[in-house]
């Protein structure tokens, strides 16, 4: 555990401190890349995230999907109100009021009715703080995508867009924050890609 907070520090510290102009530049590369996704374009509800600490800015891509694909649903995670430590998704549009969570990131007011159950999201763009080549993510050491996506490991044969099963799980990330192996522990979820401003890694799960 203490070498996962080590690298987690290390790591943190490197993407934040990228200039502005390679912050944008990895935010419209990485937008072009996901465009390119057959498994993305074929979605209709999407989930990503807010950007926060460094992390790659997503805020391109979420446009671009509201300018040009009427048919697709964007979903953001908010602090789930009574399982602590898990994430709700809720439907977030153009107009959406936000609010900043304890943890100063903004996500979407809660409602009940723009919850949008996780099976139901086709993609789920990740955060994360370090990858490897093998689809190892490590996040911030909260544990809430790995408790909320525990499903996805209990079957094996969910990654089929056929039914309204599990997810595909892509990690969004700078160049900066690969290493050569991740430490891993049990409870980690593994990624089905990972997309950075230069190259998008594919995996196929056991």
Same mark, same amino acid.
């Given at each position: 555990?203490?070498?996962?907070?080590?690298?987690?520090?290390?790591?943190?510290?490197?993407?934040?401190?990228? /200039?502005?102009?390679?912050?944008?530049?990895?935010?419209?590369?990485?937008?072009?890349?996901?465009? /390119?996704?057959?498994?993305?374009?074929?979605?209709?509800?999407?989930?990503?995230?807010?950007?926060?600490?460094?992390?790659?800015?997503?805020?391109?891509?979420?446009?671009?999907?509201?300018?040009?694909?009427?048919?697709?649903?964007?979903?953001?995670?908010?602090?789930?109100?009574?399982?602590?430590?898990?994430?709700?998704?809720?439907?977030?549009?153009?107009?959406?009021?936000?609010?900043?969570?304890?943890?100063?990131?903004?996500?979407? !007011?809660?409602?009940?009715?723009?919850?949008?159950?996780?099976?139901?999201?086709? !993609?789920?763009?990740?955060?994360?703080?370090?990858?490897?080549?093998?689809?190892?993510?490590?996040?911030?050491?909260?544990?809430?995508?790995?408790? /909320?996506?525990?499903?996805?490991?209990?079957?094996?044969?969910?990654?089929?867009?056929?039914?309204?099963?599990?997810?595909?799980?892509?990690?969004?990330?700078?160049?900066?924050?690969? !290493?050569?192996?991740?430490?891993?522990?049990?409870?980690? !979820?593994?990624?089905?890609?990972?997309?950075?401003?230069?190259?998008?890694?594919?995996?196929?799960?056991?």
């Amino acid at each position: 555990m203490q070498a996962r907070a080590q690298l987690r520090k290390k790591l943190r510290e490197a993407r934040r401190g990228l /200039t502005n102009q390679q912050h944008t530049d990895a935010a419209k590369r990485i937008a072009s890349r996901l465009r /390119t996704l057959p498994f993305l374009d074929n979605s209709t509800t999407i989930a990503g995230y807010l950007v926060n600490d460094g992390e790659v800015n997503l805020t391109y891509f979420i446009e671009s999907i509201w300018q040009s694909s009427h048919d697709k649903k964007f979903a953001l995670p908010v602090l789930h109100p009574v399982c602590k430590g898990h994430l709700l998704f809720l439907s977030y549009a153009q107009h959406s009021q936000l609010v900043k969570n304890k943890y100063n990131i903004e996500e979407p !007011v809660l409602s009940c009715e723009n919850v949008v159950p996780v099976r139901q999201c086709d !993609v789920i763009l990740m955060p994360l703080v370090g990858f490897d080549v093998n689809g190892n993510r490590l996040g911030m050491g909260g544990g809430y995508y790995d408790r /909320t996506l525990s499903f996805t490991q209990r079957a094996p044969d969910s990654h089929s867009f056929s039914g309204s099963k599990a997810p595909k799980l892509v990690g969004i990330a700078h160049d900066i924050q690969e !290493v050569d192996a991740l430490p891993i522990a049990p409870w980690d !979820v593994p990624l089905d890609a990972i997309v950075t401003p230069s190259r998008t890694l594919q995996f196929t799960k056991p």
